[in-house]
């Protein structure tokens, strides 16, 4: 049977503040806790006056099928982007590559073109992505169903929250691309249901993210089962010692396709709101939401009640928002992402874990109503303003 492919850094070390000051966040991930120094929350956008990265290689100079090629005219795809410059000819090499860079640098076609051409050229390879959300999931799934479109390969999503019954068809039909979290995957080996001694191409999204949400040892075990001959790609915005040794112990003789660190958040002009009280902080956040210039914004809060409430709160003062977090079904979530995306409503609450990976190119600002967990999370959200070589804009609130 033949398918079309379906489902088938700021510079300056954080200063200590006293345990009582009370913008210090709190929780952190495993108990850490990182203290933030409000001066990192406010740079000017840089990009305008960056030199502009001019790529080495056409699309046309890779070696991928016409097919492929045909594929990415279509997505509107002219240059490659500077991690699709450097990681595509590596890729195809047939060697391990690893990727310091974050969603909205086009990393996603990094790793899928060469993927795709060895899947279409090598009938006995399979591909494992493995992210650390379903939305990234189902994101790269999206990607690589267009870009795979028409080439006879089939692909099985496996997240939560969505009906085990099509994935267990799709697994039946020995899908060529296997996409999913890591929770999902394992749950399909212990059943049974997925067998990864076949796949020799294994890509690890997000790794940063992946070791944040506690999935070190579902990826240790993952990955010890797939094909031990294999070609593997890693993605991550940062690259700390944890995130080392995870990639030095799987891959073999790399190559490393680094972006200029904060790169991502260079076209972001970054500011604070400084409020005194949770009635100012409401009001300040009023006043900014009716602002003309911000047209699309994403709200971060840190819990899923803080989130819920902030969403109901503003719905209640005339806005158009949705929210979004762990809380919530899979189709809700995605439900509220597509209103964001096609602009049925203006305004996205959302938490860390929900909004990771999140790919909406017009976002003109952000909001951090809470301040993150750690400088890592801030860079994370902040990223997703400022998309497709737009300036955009980060906020965050501070107590005075
Ligand atoms: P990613 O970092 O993979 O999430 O991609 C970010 C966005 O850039 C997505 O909307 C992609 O469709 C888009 N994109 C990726 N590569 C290119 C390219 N070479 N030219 C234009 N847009 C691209």
Do not use: W
């Not at 506690?214 to 940062?238: M, N, P, Y």
């Not at 902080?281 to 994403?298: G, N, P, R, S, Y």
């Not at 203006?346 to 999140?358: K, Q, Y």
């Amino acid at each position: 049977m033949s398918y079309s492919y379906r489902s088938i850094r700021s510079s300056s070390v954080a200063k200590r503040y006293p345990r009582n000051n009370q913008n210090r966040s709190r929780g952190g991930r495993g108990g850490r806790t990182e203290y933030i120094n409000p001066d990192r929350f406010i740079k000017k956008a840089t990009a305008a006056e960056a030199e502009a990265y001019a790529p080495t290689h056409t699309f046309a100079d890779f070696a991928l099928s016409p097919l492929l090629q045909a594929n990415l005219a279509t997505k509107g795809y002219v240059m490659p982007s500077p991690i699709q410059d450097q990681a595509i000819p590596a890729g195809l090499q047939g060697r391990d590559v690893i990727g310091i860079a974050s969603t909205g640098t086009g990393k996603t076609a990094a790793f899928a073109l060469p993927i795709l051409q060895r899947l279409i050229h090598e009938p006995s390879s399979y591909a494992l992505i493995i992210a650390p959300t379903r939305e990234l999931a189902q994101q790269i799934e999206d990607e690589c169903k267009l870009l795979a479109k028409g080439s006879g390969l089939f692909g099985a999503l496996l997240i939560g929250g969505t009906s085990m019954g099509s994935q267990l068809r799709d697994l039946k039909l020995s899908p060529r691309v296997v996409i999913g979290t890591p929770g999902r995957i394992k749950d399909h080996m212990q059943r049974g249901t997925l067998k990864l001694h076949r796949f020799n191409v294994v890509v690890l999204d997000e790794v940063d993210r992946m070791l944040d949400m506690g999935f070190v040892a579902d990826v240790r075990e993952i990955l010890s089962q797939a094909s031990a001959k294999r070609q593997s790609f890693f993605f991550s915005a940062t690259l700390d010692n944890r995130v080392r040794g995870l990639i030095e112990n799987f891959s073999t003789d790399p190559v490393t396709v680094s972006l200029k660190a904060g790169s991502a958040s260079e076209n972001v002009h970054q500011n604070v709101v400084r409020y005194q009280g949770n009635m100012d902080k409401i009001d300040k956040l009023h006043d900014l939401l009716l602002q003309a210039e911000v047209t699309k914004v994403i709200v971060f809060d840190e819990t899923q009640r803080g989130v819920e409430r902030l969403g109901k709160e503003l719905i209640a003062k005339g806005f158009k928002a949705e929210s979004i977090h762990g809380g919530k079904s899979q189709s809700q979530r995605q439900r509220a992402l597509d209103k964001f995306k096609q602009n049925q409503v203006s305004i996205l609450v959302a938490t860390d874990v929900a909004a990771r990976g999140i790919d909406v190119v017009d976002v003109s600002h952000v909001v951090n109503f809470s301040i993150p967990k750690a400088y890592d999370d801030y860079i994370h959200r902040i990223g997703r303003a400022g998309r497709a070589g737009q300036i955009g804009h980060a906020l965050t609130f501070v107590a005075h």
